[in-house]
């Protein structure tokens, strides 16, 4: 089974703090995606990466960045978090090419409140 | 206009009734499709993906694809009370990027 995993699954922070948020897959997947999802706005891309230090914008990277230093390992920065940062962020993975079909796998989310 | 579309709902049937859950996309050149199940507070699980013209079936589920019309849909069959979640609709499209491109999901209520 495809497993991806979290770091945490509630966390809360203050304003104007660095956020890390960890994803790590354990089916060698070329792909990783974080989206938040909020009421009403449904899944939204922030940022994925398709190959280790290789990163690509979805559709909402202002105030995040990302890294990938390892094709396993996926983190979300938050550089200066703030109160509209406070959301569900979901990490995904699948793999990539013409013999996939590109499913992705969620990781069980994390809870994040900015206070 | 939205590149997936759903009903938002909710969609309340009753236990034992068939649901019926659509979807509409916007890029014809698009591949693969996929339905996701989210119980409230939890992270999406894929439960259907269906890549040709016609019927897939898994069990209670069946996944519907109208290439020609553009539209996905998913039936449950038989619905529990445990179906009750949001089923989000994925559409692969014409790029290599390997993104997927979310509905808004539709929210099941099944009623005992």
């Known amino acids: 089974d495809v497993k991806v995993t979290q770091s945490s699954r509630y966390l809360v922070k203050r304003t104007g703090e660095k956020v890390f948020l960890e994803c790590v897959q354990d089916?060698?997947?070329?792909?990783m995606f974080w989206y938040r999802q909020d009421p009403g706005l449904g899944l939204r891309l922030i940022y994925f990466?398709?190959?280790?230090?290789?990163?690509e914008k979805g559709d909402i990277p202002e105030g995040y960045s990302v890294s990938r230093e390892k094709k396993e390992r996926f983190s979300l920065i938050l550089e200066s978090a703030s109160t509209n940062q406070t959301s569900m962020y979901l990490c995904?993975?699948?793999?990539?090419?013409?013999?996939?079909?590109?499913?992705?796998?969620f990781g069980p989310g994390t809870r994040l409140t900015v206070l | 206009q939205k590149e997936v579309e759903q009903n938002s709902g909710p969609l309340s049937v009753p236990e034992g009734a068939i649901a019926s859950l659509n979807c509409t996309y916007s890029?014809?050149?698009?591949?693969?499709f996929f339905w996701y199940r989210q119980y409230s507070g939890k992270s999406p699980e894929l439960i259907m993906s269906?890549?040709?013209?016609g019927d897939k079936e898994d069990g209670r589920f069946t996944a519907q694809l109208n290439k020609a019309s553009q539209y996905v849909s998913l039936l449950i069959r038989d619905s529990q009370p445990s179906d009750s979640a949001t089923y989000l609709c994925?559409?692969?499209?014409?790029?290599?990027?390997?993104?997927?491109?979310f509905g808004q999901g539709t929210t099941l209520q099944v009623k005992p």
């Open positions: 990466s398709y190959d280790v230090k290789m990163k």
């Open positions: 089916m060698d997947h070329e792909n």
């Open positions: 269906i890549y040709s013209n």
């Open positions: 995904a993975s699948s793999f990539i090419g013409e013999s996939s079909y590109n499913e992705q796998f």
């Open positions: 890029d014809r050149g698009s591949q693969s």
């Open positions: 994925a559409v692969k499209g014409s790029s290599n990027t390997g993104k997927l491109i």
